[in-house]
């Protein structure tokens, strides 16, 4: 199978994560794996190791990447080929497809109406607890990142993506709070209609 057999799932936009994870730095599919289940699994995108070995090996006989180093038990490390860098480049410059959204958690929200006034409440402080975790994880994530030397400097592999995950969190925290508001002015205006 070759790229365009790709081109209409998610083994595209794996393969191009793949890509920019080795454009970082040469790695093994160990390594790979872990950095992005660090940097890009809760926030960007999924992939099990499952997924990630096939691809690999799918890039290399694309002529993406290389391996460059075989170690004990198999072990091989990667390197971006000068192809492998081309065809990042145009799929980052590229214009997006159309965005599939399935969010489990704003289809709830869609669906509150059913709850009653308090069990809505509790969803939503749930997810505004939710949110606000998930701001300070990524606050810590940054934190660290800005710390560390890197050849790019704060422009790095990633970080522009966590300061996005940063302000959706932000945003998700003040629409729940909006939201929670909304709710009391919906109880406060139904009491008063008794």
Not at 102 to 119: K, T
Not at 125 to 143: F, I
Request: aromatic share 8%.
């Amino acid at each position: 199978m070759r790229l365009a057999d790709f081109c209409h799932d998610g083994f595209v936009t794996l393969r191009h994560a793949l890509l920019g994870l080795l454009e970082d730095g040469h790695a093994s599919g160990y390594d790979l794996t872990a950095r992005f289940e660090k940097s890009l699994h809760a926030y960007v995108w999924t992939a099990r190791q499952s997924h990630v070995y096939p691809e690999l090996n799918r890039m290399i006989a694309d002529h993406l990447i290389e391996v460059v180093e075989q170690g004990a038990r198999g072990r091989r490390t990667y390197a971006i080929t000068e192809s492998g860098r081309q065809e990042l480049r145009k799929w980052l410059l590229t214009p997006a497809g159309p965005r599939g959204v399935r969010d489990e958690r704003v289809l709830r929200i869609a669906l509150i109406s059913a709850l009653s006034e308090e069990d809505a409440r509790r969803l939503i402080l749930d997810y505004l607890a939710d949110a606000e975790a998930a701001e300070a994880e990524l606050l810590g994530v940054a934190s660290a990142a800005d710390a560390e030397d890197h050849q790019r400097g704060r422009l790095r592999f990633g970080r522009l993506a966590l300061e996005y995950g940063i302000r959706s969190f932000q945003a998700q925290q003040e629409w729940a709070r909006w939201a929670l508001a909304q709710l009391e002015v919906a109880t406060k205006t139904s009491e008063s209609e008794r």
